[in-house]
């Protein structure tokens, strides 16, 4: 067969994504010339490759793709040009060339750089100082209730970063990168600046908690510095020190930090829990732990609030830090080697695992340490006597009683800190396991700040921050915000309380995640086609749920921080809003949105700039009277309802002016009827060409404007004048000198319901048993529109409206015009009626290069994010096509030759002039080629298509001296002898798909 096909799934092995800074990815300079395919249409309109698509950031606009004017020049200025760009060749063959690049920057995977940095993160000073505390006061029960809360607003949240981060490429710069691409730099700007201090304040979090460990290790050996809120300050600015040289020493050495810091943590927890079943000594049954017992568990069920701390939203403030490391991982995008696969993974994964310590955590200790104890060994009771004894301990044979009652226990879950240490087998293994919890966090977020504050500077939004966003290095490390980052952490662990930093941290925080799932729930609500995350399992509603639970939750724990962060915030959004004004423009979903709302505020778009991302077909569609042709209305109202402009254009005689504006009521109320969202505009006009060329110039308001002109097939063109075909032909040429994209739309039957008794299709190209498959029997004829009874009801039934089924939708993109001919059939899967459609792709190949190809293109629509079942490489269209359907073609042309042998007294040139649409010998041989292959790949499309619901080929642009007659044939070539509709499709050489964040 000449073909190969492979299955595409969501997350194919062997397709290599490289980093954003890296560019796209590429094999030897020799295979890449190989697979640069060139279009069977012209030899310099190039197949679709990856390379075009990669050159849509900003500052990287590299016109590889050559322009409509290029593809419709003449052969001779083609080959002028040729020769000029050699005679360049040849004098830049003198210059130096360039050195070979340096060593490409360390790039990490997901489990290291994601989800281990995630854990450590998450695992903090909070799991070993306070969780056991916090168990003690709220009780088992609302302790599991306190960490399923938390994790519900952590989960939420990072499914909407793993969608986010999916929607595109991610760059460095991390959470604030998402956020700002999505919701635009006004609000990302301000989140920016505010995670960036947040992820500062983390560092003297974790340090301070590192800090009383070591403090308290210190005085267990009657060890004291100053006194012990001063050691504090002091452990804690040398430890940030120490960590800020790790820092300088590049991500090399702190991811091999740790992976030490793992080490020892995971270590520690496997102490933990043999602890937890090695019978006690008298010593820590003093001190409160008893191992499992059925008591104890009971009576730590319940809370026992104590203290200034003593209510369950307090409780959950201070221990809300402990799933803050969430995003360790996203921050650094920049250093991950595929970051829309390591985030979602990563993250998800790490929220699992600590969720899962924190439940073994809170259940084990509360169901072996009692909350008060003394600590003395006294408190042993020597009888069986229990009266006047208070706790379950009493049945255990000791008597706390006393220290209760006076509340001077120094032991036990509320009392003592280390508890964890007390349970564990090896005390100073856990001592061990709070040192590398609280360092690699602290590590971890004195590495996360700078990052994200480096992309906040880079972006320019703020003035006089430029100075820290400079990097050194291979890995563009940002030292000047390291020091930054450090200066901040320094002055906040001079406060030395760890229960005064926690909550004010949990605030900033919870605005984060906010405004996180706020993104994901705005870019899903807006329907934006650009919006196409590779991570499916996110939900808009769940999104909305962690926007809403972080933000009362702010409010419960301390709701002055959240009126000081949510009017800071605001501030800076104005600022930035109405002062600043950056002039950047990343594709956010608030252009999505106010595209949507242009009906009101179309005004408010003018200031808006285009984007690859937003890029929707808006459509002007040619129906002439809408209702006479509602296949094609279908059509198009099939991918622009509720997602872009759709215009029906009606060209009208200057006589019948008369008739405007009762027509035109009239149609607004079929669409209306039909629940097509679409406009109605009539033009008087002499001719087509001119009320089309009319229409495109006057056609819509600011960014309602259409870029899609959408006409009908003329399937009685050879029945039709010269003169209509010329028209019909110059049309075209208008469009594509109005930088229009281009559809045109052919039913078996045509379009015309009137013309349906005494329309005959065109016999000249009839299914041939030659080049059809194996299942000889043809499917049922489908009509272009499938008519009621009552053959005069102004709403008929079109194929379009019918479900398409599992039928497929065969896409032949033979030219990269942009990726508009993909674009088409991806918003029509997602209407209902065709959603259960699959999409397959046919490229063009070689048999040496086929599986190359194949993988190329394979990598492609992946990083597109658009679901395509099958991608066939088609090797066998520089064949000549069967004798029989030559001579139908020359048949067909025939009428419309200019024989040269024939004319004797009248040259060719001046028959010419007279009748331009006309083709001569010279012309007829100069474009034979170009022939034959449009009908090869008309028996191509023949033999594979037959059983499909749609058809879409790219549309052949034609060179400037290319007759109209031919052109025209050449379109009804290529679409012939189908039983589904066929769309011809051809962009304006712009991209309208990209898969970069930006």
């Keep these: 067969m000449g073909q190969l096909k492979s299955k595409i799934t969501g997350s194919g092995p062997g397709i290599h994504q490289a980093n954003p800074e890296e560019g796209p990815p590429s094999e030897s300079g020799q295979k890449d010339m190989e697979l640069r395919k060139t279009s069977i249409y012209n030899t310099i309109d190039m197949a679709p490759q990856l390379d075009y698509y990669a050159n849509t950031l900003p500052h990287q606009e590299i016109k590889i793709r050559p322009s409509l004017d290029v593809l419709r020049k003449t052969f001779e200025e083609v080959e002028a040009e040729k020769a000029a760009a050699d005679d360049a060749a040849a004098e830049d063959e003198n210059e130096e060339p360039q050195g070979p690049p340096g060593k490409p920057p360390t790039r990490f995977g997901w489990f290291i750089a994601v989800w281990m940095r995630c854990m450590l993160n998450i695992w903090g000073v909070i799991l070993f100082l306070r969780l056991t505390w916090i168990t003690s006061q709220a009780g088992i029960v609302l302790g599991l209730v306190i960490i399923a809360l938390a994790v519900s607003v952590t989960t939420t949240t990072a499914l909407s970063i793993s969608a986010i981060a999916t929607n595109g490429r991610v760059k460095s710069g991390g959470t604030y990168f998402m956020i700002s691409r999505t919701l635009g730099p006004e609000l990302g700007a301000s989140i920016g600046l505010i995670f960036s201090l947040a992820n500062a304040l983390a560092v003297a979090l974790h340090t301070v908690g590192f800090s009383e460990v070591v403090r308290d290790l210190m005085r267990s050996y009657g060890t004291i510095m100053v006194d012990s809120l001063n050691d504090v300050r002091i452990i804690g600015v040398v430890t940030v020190t120490i960590l800020l040289f790790i820092t300088f020493g590049g991500m090399d050495w702190e991811a091999k930090a740790q992976i030490f810091f793992f080490i020892v943590l995971m270590a520690s927890f496997v102490d933990y829990l043999v602890g937890t079943l090695i019978p006690p000594t008298l010593l820590k049954k003093s001190q409160g732990f008893f191992g499992y017992d059925r008591d104890i568990f009971i009576e730590n069920l319940t809370p026992s609030w104590r203290g200034p701390d003593g209510n369950f939203f307090r409780q959950f403030a201070i221990f809300f830090p402990a799933c803050t490391g969430i995003l360790s991982g996203a921050n650094i995008s920049g250093d991950l080697k595929d970051p829309s696969t390591a985030i979602p993974k990563g993250t998800l994964m790490a929220i699992f695992c600590t969720t899962l310590s924190y439940v073994v955590i809170v259940i084990t ?103 820290f966003g400079k990097g050194y290095g291979k890995n563009n490390e940002p030292l000047r915000g390291y020091i930054l980052t450090y200066l901040i952490a320094v002055a906040i662990i001079l406060v030395a309380q760890l229960n005064i930093i926690a909550p004010i941290i949990s605030n900033f925080f919870l605005c984060s995640y906010c405004l996180i799932n706020l993104s994901c729930f705005h870019a899903s609500i807006v329907n934006s086609p650009g919006w196409r995350p590779a991570f499916k399992y996110y939900n808009k509603w769940t999104a909305l749920y962690g926007a809403m639970a972080s933000f009362a939750l702010m409010f419960a724990f301390t709701w002055w921080a959240a009126l000081v962060t949510w009017f800071v915030i605001s501030l800076l959004f104005i600022y930035i809003t109405y002062l600043k004004k950056p002039n950047v423009n990343w594709g956010s979903s608030i252009q999505a949105s106010s595209y949507n709302m242009a009906l009101s505020f179309s005004v408010s778009l003018t200031d808006v700039k285009d984007h690859v991302k937003n890029f929707r077909p808006q459509c002007l569609v040619m129906t002439g009277p809408p209702k006479q042709r509602p296949a094609l209305v279908d059509f198009v109202g099939c991918f622009t309802k509720q997602v872009s402009l759709m215009i029906c254009g009606n060209i009208m005689e200057p006589d019948k002016q008369t008739q405007f504006q009762d027509s035109t009521d009239q149609y607004v109320k079929w669409l209306n009827k039909r629940k097509v969202r679409s406009f109605y505009t009539q033009f008087t006009a002499n001719t087509l060409r001119d009320g089309v060329r009319y229409l495109m110039q006057a056609s819509g308001l600011g960014k309602l404007k259409p870029n899609t002109l959408v006409i009908g097939f003329k399937s009685n063109w050879m029945e039709s004048s010269p003169t209509s075909i010329d028209d019909y032909i110059h049309t075209i040429y208008d469009t594509f000198d109005a930088n229009y994209c281009l559809c045109i739309l052919r039913m078996m039957d045509g379009l015309d319901i009137n013309d349906h008794a005494d329309f005959k299709e065109n016999q000249g190209f009839e299914p041939d048993e030659a080049i059809e498959s194996n299942d000889h029997q043809l499917p049922e004829k489908n009509s272009a529109n499938d008519i009621s009874e009552n053959s005069k009801s102004d709403q008929v039934k079109t194929v379009f409206k019918n479900a398409g089924g599992t ?192």
């Design 365 to 467: 200790s509360g169901a072996s340490t009692v909350r008060d104890a003394s600590g003395n060994m006294t408190d042993l009771m020597t009888g069986n006597s229990t009266s006047g004894c208070l706790g379950p301990a009493c049945k255990l044979g000791w008597n706390f009683t006393t220290c209760v009652q006076s509340q001077a226990c120094s032991q036990g879950l509320a009392n003592y800190s280390q508890v964890m240490g007390l349970i564990s087998g090896s005390y100073y293994l856990i001592v061990a396991g709070v040192f590398a919890a609280t360092l690699s966090s602290a590590l971890g977020f004195l590495v996360s700040a700078p990052k994200i504050f480096q992309c906040l500077c880079k972006d320019n939004v703020y003035p006089y921050i430029s100075f």
């Design 807 to 998: 039928k497929t939708i065969d896409v032949y993109w033979i030219a990269d015009d942009g990726g508009l001919i993909l674009l088409v059939p991806y918003l029509l899967t997602r209407r209902k009626c065709w959603r259960s459609c699959k999409i397959r792709v046919f490229i063009l190949g070689d048999e040496e290069n086929m599986m190359e190809s194949r993988d190329a293109m394979m990598a492609l629509l992946k990083r597109f994010r658009i679901n395509v079942t099958d991608v066939v490489v088609m090797t066998d269209t520089e064949r000549s096509p069967q004798p029989k359907n030559m001579n139908r073609f020359l048949e067909t042309v025939a009428p419309y030759r200019l024989y040269d042998e024939q004319q004797e007294d009248v040259s060719v040139q001046e028959l010419k002039k007279k009748e331009p649409w006309k083709i001569s010998d010279k012309q007829f041989e100069a474009f034979r080629l170009k022939s034959e292959r449009k009908v090869r790949l008309n028996e191509i499309i023949r033999r594979n298509s037959q059983n499909t619901t749609l058809v879409l080929v790219s549309l052949p642009v034609p060179h400037g001296d290319c007759p109209s007659a031919l052109y025209i044939a050449w379109l009804d070539t290529l679409t012939c002898g189908l039983h589904c509709p066929a769309v011809l499709v051809r962009g304006n050489q712009e991209n309208v798909l990209t898969f970069y964040c930006q």
